[in-house]
């Protein structure tokens, strides 16, 4: 009897295990199914008030709204962003934990020294939120008066004219070191910290600057300053009349300030696919449209892979960009 009553133990425990083992992939898709079931963490690698804490947190109701759980935006500031790459790159992959980020991630793949993460393998793409050109502008009494001519003087004067950006090593500086290179001329770099250097492009002491739309928008509209052209391939709603820079003379360049969320790499997909789904329905309130416009900015949805396809590629340009141009951390 006790050999039969433990046999019979013995093919329940089986059975058991056999059903555990069948139930376990079921168990994973129904919490992924069920996403969110708690507040959702959107860190941001930046002080409150910038572009990205900005559009993070104009995404952040409405996401909630559609998901059902809160989306609370986490300020990190610290290293450029590189901290709260960090903790995204260190975080559970559940989908419990985003980044907010921009084009600055690309830059700082290629030359933030000490990296504890890699850019491409550690971190994954969920949706890419806008996106904006960089616009290039120049001191009222530039002789140049468009692309081209700023080209032939370039060239006349190698090395003799400056553009001011917000830092070595920013989009901004690559975006001038892409023209130099596309060119074939030898802009000089001025860098600042942040916006600092307007005023002495406003001044003469510095010719020209790659510079964001939000800070320098109102500046080209009350004739501070002129705007030469914008970075992206289609011109900007709010500065319809300034050319884009392949049609001003330079075909083929391209820099574009996107905005995006990110996750940590291994995310089951029906996470990332909700999400995506979710901010898709978020871009086509005109509301948003309205308000991203307004800082300059135009809604651009991606899917997940294409947007991580793009980041990669995009890595691997300003690599190229900082080999040839001699940039480096230091």
């Given at each position: 009897m006790h050999t039969r009553r433990t046999g019979i133990n013995a093919l329940l425990a089986a059975g058991l295990l056999g059903l555990w083992g069948l139930s376990s992939p079921a168990l994973a898709q129904s919490g992924?199914?069920?996403?969110?079931?708690?507040?959702?963490?959107?860190?941001?690698?930046?002080?409150?008030?910038?572009?990205?804490?900005?559009?993070?947190?104009?995404?952040?109701?409405?996401?909630?709204?559609?998901?059902?759980?809160?989306?609370?935006?986490e300020n990190r500031p610290g290293a450029g962003g590189q901290l709260g790459r960090t903790l995204l790159a260190e975080s559970e992959a559940d989908?419990?934990?985003?980044?907010?980020?921009?084009a600055s991630f690309t830059a700082s793949a290629v030359?933030?020294?000490?990296?504890?993460?890699?850019?491409?393998?550690?971190?994954?793409?969920?949706?890419?939120?806008?996106?904006?050109?960089?616009?290039?502008?120049?001191?009222?009494?530039?002789?140049?008066?468009?692309?081209?001519?700023?080209?032939?003087?370039?060239?006349?004067?190698?090395?003799?004219?400056?553009?001011?950006?917000?830092?070595?090593?920013?989009?901004?500086?690559?975006?001038?070191?892409?023209?130099?290179s596309m060119?074939?001329?030898?802009?000089?770099?001025?860098?600042?910290?942040?916006?600092?250097?307007m005023p002495d492009?406003?001044?003469?002491?510095?010719?020209?600057?790659?510079?964001?739309?939000?800070?320098?928008?109102?500046?080209?509209k009350?004739?501070?300053m002129r705007a030469m052209a914008v970075t992206t391939t289609e011109r900007l709603e709010s500065l319809p009349d300034v050319p884009t820079?392949?049609?001003?003379?330079?075909?083929?360049?391209?820099?574009?300030?996107?905005?995006?969320?990110?996750?940590?790499a291994g995310t089951p997909k029906p996470i990332i696919d909700k999400l995506n789904a979710a901010v898709g329905e978020t871009l086509k309130d005109k509301g948003l449209q309205d308000q991203l416009t307004a800082q300059g900015?135009?809604?651009s949805a991606k899917s997940a892979e294409d947007f991580t396809s793009y980041v990669a590629a995009e890595i691997e340009k300003w690599e190229r960009v900082a080999k040839t141009a001699g940039i480096t951390a230091n």
């Open positions: 992924e199914a069920s996403y969110p079931t708690k507040p959702v963490r959107i860190i941001v690698g930046f002080s409150p008030g910038g572009g990205s804490d900005t559009v993070a947190r104009l995404l952040a109701e409405p996401l909630a709204k559609i998901l059902g759980q809160s989306f609370v935006v989908g419990y934990t985003l980044l907010f980020d921009s030359l933030a020294p000490d990296l504890k993460y890699d850019a491409v393998k550690d971190i994954t793409g969920v949706a890419q939120i806008a996106s904006t050109p960089v616009v290039m502008v120049a001191n009222n009494d530039l002789p140049a008066k468009d692309i081209k001519s700023l080209i032939a003087l370039a060239k006349q004067k190698p090395g003799e004219l400056g553009y001011a950006t917000s830092g070595v090593g920013s989009l901004l500086h690559f975006s001038g070191e892409l023209l130099n060119a074939g001329i030898k802009l000089q770099h001025v860098p600042y910290k942040g916006a600092e250097g492009v406003i001044a003469g002491r510095v010719q020209l600057a790659f510079a964001g739309v939000p800070q320098t928008l109102q500046l080209i009350s004739g501070q820079m392949a049609e001003a003379g330079v075909p083929g360049y391209e820099v574009n300030n996107w905005y995006g969320i990110f996750a940590p900015m135009t809604a």
